[in-house]
């Protein structure tokens, strides 16, 4: 019952606990996880700001290797394998493309083997899953330290930015790796924000302790409301029910409808987890962004989750924009403007995709999902064109009486079709999405494959030539 490696008394409890939550009991440590992120933040806000960086690194360390032993037993050593193996690669190849390679290829091969020894049907809380965040921050720091070896001039003011220019110990390394603020869940951060934060730099005052203890309230806070809303609504629109003969009986509109509510609710499991583990790294300080243009300071360098434009966009690149903040920039800083040299943005877009639905395992329904995702963000970015520089359509648009209809609209199609693509993404295996897409004929698919197709024809017809040429020059 217990977790291998921990307490009897201890896993005891906690099963008992997560029994009566009706959750599992991997679940309920992961929350405690992250919620005992605040103390540990609390204890080096007072004890340890501005201390000798040493005994960061080492606390970092020993709080995420604690997290770890609590949550996987002594299947932390998968982690702690990577991380050594990544700092002898630092150090023995140093800042060279072979460096960079060989990180890439290990760390990836490690995970890819991972998901294909521990893989089931069901998503399980397995060490996989806080792995698969190491994996995006070894690689990104072998990336950033070889930019740190290049002439500045030859580097774009992001990369500049992020290049690591001394060389990490193991322990800097180590407590980059296991900061207990994100080594569950994320957030990405740079190995350069990290150095900023242990030389307690990463603060609204100069030389005092950040003033955060109310932007980080906030989000945990937020992170709250949003797990009881999960909590509440997550037996009504269970996985397993897609499945169920009972679903089938039910009419196509009830099962559009369904899939509508039900990919709403599931992504408040991460919304609640992102909130959460922001809130601890905005505490530590490690979330200051600078200020804004009126001078007072910005918290989201940690930010995974836009609440408000996630909860009121009708657009998927609003969506996009706005869910997993951190990851996505991790894949266009790291992948997509790297594939710069191919000279095609579209196969570059693909290619990230790509990455990005192997990074989260092995089976079929990743690669769906993000092929969905790639179809609709093409389908409308043509659609908001042709409606932008259609004069009928913009005009019917810019009615004010018809943009609620139009927003319920869009808003309708945006999370039908949201939770459309996550069908794959949370069902995993093809004999699983491929029943639920038939009950449903499909109807994604068909729709945007359509439009993808008939849109530019559309386009020639409400386009006027003079607009065209116009959008040309």
Not at 97 to 116: E, N, P, R, S
Not at 144 to 163: C, I, K, N, S
Not at 301 to 308: L, R, S
Not at 439 to 446: A, D, E, L, P, Q
Request: net charge positive; proline share 3%.
């Amino acid at each position: 019952m217990a977790v291998k490696g921990s307490g009897l008394g201890l896993g005891l409890g906690l099963a008992a606990v997560a029994e009566v939550l009706g959750s599992s009991e991997q679940a309920l440590r992961l929350i405690v996880s992250i919620l005992m992120g605040y103390p540990f933040a609390l204890f080096q806000r007072y004890f340890l700001f501005q201390k000798e960086v040493y005994l960061i690194h080492l606390y970092n360390t020993l709080t995420g290797l604690s997290i770890a032993y609590f949550n996987f037993g002594a299947q932390f050593f998968h982690s702690l394998l990577c991380v050594l193996i990544q700092f002898l690669v630092l150090r023995l190849m140093g800042r060279t493309v072979t460096a960079v390679c060989t990180t890439f290829c290990f760390q990836m091969m490690y995970l890819m083997a991972g998901y294909y020894f521990t893989a089931t049907e069901h998503y399980d809380i397995k060490w996989t899953m806080p792995h698969c965040v190491l994996t995006l921050k070894l690689i990104g720091l072998a990336i950033d330290y070889y930019d740190g070896g290049q002439v500045v001039e030859a580097l774009t003011p992001e990369q500049q930015r992020f290049a690591v220019r001394g060389v990490p110990t193991l322990l800097e390394v180590s407590g980059f790796s296991y900061f207990y603020g994100a080594f569950m869940v994320g957030p990405q951060f740079s190995m350069t924000d990290y150095q900023k934060l242990a030389r307690g730099e990463m603060t609204d005052v100069p030389g005092q302790r950040p003033n955060s203890f109310v932007p980080a309230l906030k989000r945990l806070t937020l992170g709250l409301i949003c797990l009881v809303i999960y909590t509440l609504l997550s037996p009504y629109v269970s996985d397993e029910y897609f499945l169920s003969d009972k679903f089938l009986e039910q009419s196509f509109w009830f099962r559009c409808f369904y899939m509508l509510v039900w990919g709403k609710v599931v992504l408040y499991k991460y919304v609640t987890c992102w909130l959460v583990t922001e809130g601890v790294c905005i505490l530590i300080g490690l979330g200051y962004n600078g200020q804004d243009e009126n001078g007072k300071p910005k918290w989201d360098a940690c930010a995974n989750m836009k609440v408000w434009l996630y909860e009121t966009t009708p657009l998927f690149t609003g969506t996009i924009a706005s869910f997993n903040i951190n990851t996505n920039a991790w894949v266009a800083r790291y992948i997509f403007k790297r594939l710069k040299f191919l000279g095609n943005k579209l196969v570059s877009q693909a290619l990230a995709l790509f990455f990005l639905a192997i990074w989260h395992g092995l089976h079929s329904g990743y690669l769906v999902c993000f092929q969905m995702e790639l179809l609709i963000v093409i389908v409308e970015k043509q659609a908001v064109s042709l409606v932008r520089n259609s004069p009928a359509l913009s005009t019917l648009a810019s009615i004010t009486v018809l943009k609620p209809v139009f927003y319920v609209l869009q808003q309708t199609n945006h999370w039908m079709f949201m939770g459309y693509s996550l069908v794959p993404f949370c069902l995993f295996t093809w004999d699983k999405w491929l029943k639920v897409y038939s009950s449903v004929y499909f109807i994604g698919h068909v729709l945007f494959l359509t439009l993808l197709f008939g849109l530019p024809y559309i386009h020639r017809m409400l386009v006027p030539r003079k607009e065209k040429l116009k959008k040309a020059e």
